[in-house]
């Protein structure tokens, strides 16, 4: 079955959902919003496709804190205190809500990260077998 609501190349079954790729959920710069295309309820997701040179500019959350996880590109983090930290590939950060942040590609092509975000904690290790009882 397709996602019935502007992503046909996502495919939804019985409680999951799959974009085989990035181009699954939009094309060129800014956000990929795979929360809506992907029908995730329980945090915001986005991925992020920056162009070189380009900065997001300062923002921060009344409540959710972030993860963000560099894909490809190289990009620098400042924070609202001043200091600043570069990412490559497989670079992670968490950010809290009330701090201030901006994001700057710094490399020569795209950067593209993901950006998750939350609040209310952690669930704790709740992943079991098939076999598990009531699973």
Known sequence: MTDPDGFPAVVSGDGYAVAADLAAVGDG???????RALDVTEFGVNVIVLPPAYDTGFHFHDEQ?????????????????????????GGTARVDAQVHRAVRNVGDGEAVYLVAGGKDGYVGRDGRTPGDRDG
Do not use: C, M, N
């Not at 710069?29 to 929360?35: D, I």
């Not at 983090?77 to 570069?86: A, L, N, Q, W």
């Open 29 to 35: 710069p800014g956000f990929r919003k795979l929360r």
């Open 65 to 89: 804190q972030e993860l963000y996880f560099l894909h490809s590109g190289e990009v620098e983090i400042e924070f609202g205190d001043g200091s600043t930290h570069r990412l490559a590939p």
